[in-house]
Structure formats: C-alpha cells, structure tokens
C-alpha cells in the first residue's frame, strides 16, 4: 500500500472552510484515497473516500488530482466538533478487497472559535 | 444499527500479568480488525480476520499476543506476559465485504502496564 504525507497540524476558524492536504505520490492505479478522523478517546470515524473522481458527501468533499498523487479533504463549514486527528489513507480496501488500512500519524485539525 | 462493542475500557495490570480484550463488531460483518494505538501515534493493524480465519496476522507479537474468533463473530486479543511497552488503546474495527465497506472502529481498550 502506498504511503501518505500529511501535514501534523492545521489551524481553523469556526464557520469556515477546513482544507486539509495529503500527498500519495505513489499511489497505484488500484488504490482508493480514504480519509478518517479520530476525535479524542474515540476509535477513528469513517469520513469519504474515492478513487480518481470527486466525491461529496454529508460530511466533507475530497478533491483528488488528475494524476491521483494528491488530495484535499474539505470540509466545508468547520465547527468545534471537527477538532479531530485526520488520517488520510491510500489501500486497495474495497470492492469486497481485504487489502489493510495503514494509519499515519495524520493531521490534528484545531477549529478555533 | 448498533456499533462495534469492546470491553473494558479500561484496563490496569502489573509487568508478566496477562489480559484479554473483547470485541463484538456490527452484525454481519465478516471482516473484524485489531489495531494497536500507542500514545501519540496512528493505530498499528496487529491482525485481521475474515470470518473466523486469519487474513493477515504479520504484524500481531506472537510471543505474547493471541487473538481469536471462534464463530465468525466475536473476538478476543490476549497478551501474557504483558510488558510496559503494551501500554496503548486496543481498537477492534469491523467491515462488510460489500463493496467499498468502510471500517467501522469501536472506542478501544486503553490499557496500562505499570
């Protein structure tokens, strides 16, 4: 599975928008981009995941590059509840694929009100 | 429909003792995980089952950790003899093999070797 890079922390005003990066320069044609988020004393909370297009849901958007070696999680109206560790994960998970879910040490998103 | 259970919480034992963690995932679902998240770190997969056989296990400390699941449907993870550096949160996940099945993570086991 290929690896992330993710920046430790992110700093966000309440209301607006929380853009978080990663770069999966070797992601493979396989792979899916995953995102998760870890609130404190909390197991990790499935957030969106995609493999080459776009995606939108109730929780975040996920932009990924045309060339797939990076995305961006969005979250579009941060509230203090998104304070949270973000894990940005690359796995060929899915598809009824048992491949593993590796975890970096992600992004500690701060919201600030 | 109701989340991953894991129980206790909370544990504390002394250096050489043993303990043994319970997991109970989401009905149905075939796929069951044990992560091991050291303070400050990501979680760490240490074995994942499908059903009630071993997928991948190349991470799990054999020498003292063990780990089953008899029925295909709940879990234990035992370590014996337990050592200061076992000191973590114990995460049990789950997922369905339909598609692309998220993991669906219960709250831990934080455990404390003194």
């Known amino acids: 599975d290929a690896k992330t890079t993710q920046p430790p922390s992110m700093d966000c005003a309440e209301g607006r928008a929380a853009n978080l990066p990663c770069n999966h320069s070797?992601?493979?044609?396989?792979?899916?981009v995953y995102w998760y988020r870890q609130i404190h004393s909390q197991g990790p909370q499935y957030i969106i995941h995609?493999?080459?297009n776009n995606e939108t849901n109730e929780m975040a958007s996920l932009i990924i590059t045309e060339d797939r070696k990076s995305s961006t999680l969005i979250l579009p109206h941060a509230t203090l509840r998104d304070t949270a560790v973000y894990y940005c994960?690359?796995?060929?998970?899915?598809?009824?694929?048992?491949?593993?879910?590796?975890f970096g040490q992600g992004t500690t998103l701060q919201v600030k009100p | 429909e109701a989340g991953v259970a894991q129980s206790p919480r909370y544990k504390i034992i002394e250096k050489r003792q043993s303990v043994a963690f319970w997991c109970n995932p989401i009905?149905?679902?075939?796929?069951l995980y044990w992560y091991q998240q050291i303070l400050g770190q990501g979680p760490k997969l240490l074995i994942q089952?499908?059903?009630?056989?071993?997928?991948?296990d190349s991470q799990l400390p054999k020498d003292r950790f063990s780990a089953e699941r008899l029925k295909g449907v709940d879990s234990t993870l035992k370590i014996q003899p337990a050592k200061l550096e076992d000191s973590a949160v114990y995460l049990c996940?789950?997922?369905?093999?339909?598609?692309?099945?998220?993991?669906?993570f219960g709250n831990g086991t934080r455990l404390t070797v003194t």
């Open positions: 996940a789950s997922s369905s093999r339909v598609g692309n099945s998220p993991l669906h």
């Open positions: 070797t992601i493979s044609g396989n792979e899916y």
């Open positions: 995609g493999l080459k």
């Open positions: 994960i690359v796995s060929r998970h899915g598809s009824g694929n048992t491949g593993k879910l590796i």
């Open positions: 009905s149905g679902h075939a796929t």
């Open positions: 089952f499908q059903n009630n056989g071993v997928v991948d």
